[in-house]
């Protein structure tokens, strides 16, 4: 369990590069993400500067380095559908069981709260045989967080040269 002391903040433009450096061992090494070519921090800049207009974005920072990042985003980009959003989270590695995640999404759930966001949605990657790229972890996290799978769509993701099936998780505020 990490003992370092952490806090979170709105996410700035500057963070670009350490959210980048924290996904992209997630794009390279695992199926947990569908990308297969890390974005540019330049990307990860408009990204910060665009859903911040409307939605949260958090960081993790522990000292003055970003050890983890959070944001909600449109889960379907239609008027009737802005009370429920889609929740992302990706934490450093080495950060991972840490209490880090826990911090990031109970922050950004009393946030969407706020807003007036009813229902919150994570699209995880699942496996029936844990691989090198993937174990189940994400799926774990999603249900002690209190979402409940709502959706499990079938090997739609493909990476590594295997198929990956995708859940739906939903929590509602």
Not at 74 to 81: D, Q, S
Not at 90 to 110: F, K
Not at 133 to 142: P, Q, R
Not at 143 to 171: P, S, W
Request: net charge neutral.
């Amino acid at each position: 369990m990490n003992t370092n002391i952490f806090y979170i903040r709105q996410a700035v433009q500057e963070d670009a590069s350490a959210i980048r450096d924290i996904y992209a061992p997630y794009v390279e090494q695992t199926a947990i993400t569908y990308d297969m070519v890390v974005p540019t921090v330049e990307e990860f800049r408009e990204s910060i500067i665009e859903l911040s207009k409307e939605f949260p974005y958090l960081v993790a920072v522990e000292g003055d380095r970003v050890i983890g990042y959070s944001y909600a985003h449109k889960f379907i980009a239609r008027p009737a559908a802005n009370h429920s959003v889609e929740t992302t989270i990706y934490v450093e590695r080495g950060n991972r069981r840490s209490g880090v995640g826990r911090a990031l999404y109970s922050e950004l759930e009393q946030l969407l709260r706020k807003q007036g966001r009813r229902n919150l949605y994570a699209k995880v990657t699942w496996t029936n045989v844990e691989t090198p790229y993937l174990t189940n972890a994400s799926s774990f996290f999603h249900e002690r967080m209190g979402y409940v799978k709502a959706a499990h769509l079938h090997q739609c993701g493909y990476k590594f040269n295997q198929y990956f099936d995708t859940l739906i998780f939903e929590k509602r505020l």
